[in-house]
C-alpha cells in the first residue's frame, strides 16, 4: 500500500487519524486507487506534482533512457492517469479483451499493440505506486505476486516491440517510485 503521507495529501480535509482507522480496513484499502483516480481527476492534486506540460521533462530526467523512450513513458503515465477503470494491471481485463477480438477477427497489429501497451504500463505504474498493495492482494487475496506483474510487464514491452522500455523496466520503476514520493 502507498505509504499514509502520501494519503494525507491527497485528502487534507480528512483528519489523520480518520484516515489510519480507515486504512486498516481491507475493503477500504481497495477502495485507495479509485479515491486517488477521483481525486485526481476533480482537482489538481497529482501523484507527481507537477503540471501536465512538465510530465516530459519529469520523465527525460532518467539517465538511462533516450529522449524517444521519455517521450514514450510521458505519453503513457498521462493515459495511466486518465484511466477510467482501475489503476491496477488485471490480468483477466487484458486477455479477455484480446479474446474478444480475436473472436471477431478485427485483432489488428494496432489494436495488439494499444491493449499490450496499456496493460504493460499498468503493471509498471502500479508496481511504481502501489507495490505493497499489490504484494498484499497476493498474501490476502491469491492475487499474482508482485513479479509477476513485473516480468509480465516486461514480456508485453518487448512483444509490442518496445524492447528498450523492457529492458529498462526496472530501472522505469526505481526511478518513477523515487522521484514520485521524493
Not at 131 to 143: A, H, M, P, T, W
Request: charged share 35%.
Amino acid at each position: 500500500m502507498i505509504d499514509l503521507e502520501t494519503i494525507y495529501d491527497f485528502f487534507p480535509e480528512q483528519k489523520k487519524e480518520s484516515i489510519e482507522k480507515l486504512i486498516e480496513d481491507p475493503s477500504f484499502q481497495k477502495q485507495i486507487p479509485s479515491l486517488i483516480l477521483d481525486r485526481i481527476k476533480k482537482s489538481s492534486n497529482k501523484i507527481i506534482p507537477i503540471e501536465d506540460e512538465m510530465i516530459p521533462w519529469f520523465f527525460s530526467r532518467a539517465e538511462f533512457s533516450n529522449l524517444e523512450e521519455s517521450y514514450k513513458m510521458s505519453s503513457m503515465f498521462r493515459d495511466y492517469l486518465s484511466y477510467e477503470k482501475r489503476f491496477l494491471p488485471l490480468a483477466i481485463d487484458y486477455l479477455s479483451e484480446l479474446e474478444t477480438l480475436k473472436e471477431r477477427n478485427s485483432l489488428t497489429k494496432r489494436r495488439f499493440y494499444e491493449i499490450g501497451k496499456n496493460f504493460a504500463s499498468r503493471c509498471l505504474f502500479s508496481l511504481s505506486f502501489f507495490y505493497d498493495g499489490l504484494e498484499e492482494l497476493y498474501n490476502r487475496r491469491g492475487s499474482p505476486h508482485p513479479e509477476f506483474y513485473r516480468e509480465t510487464g516486461k514480456r508485453i514491452f518487448s512483444r509490442i516491440g518496445e524492447e528498450s522500455i523492457s529492458d529498462n523496466f526496472d530501472n522505469w520503476e526505481e526511478f518513477i517510485r523515487e522521484e514520485a514520493f521524493s
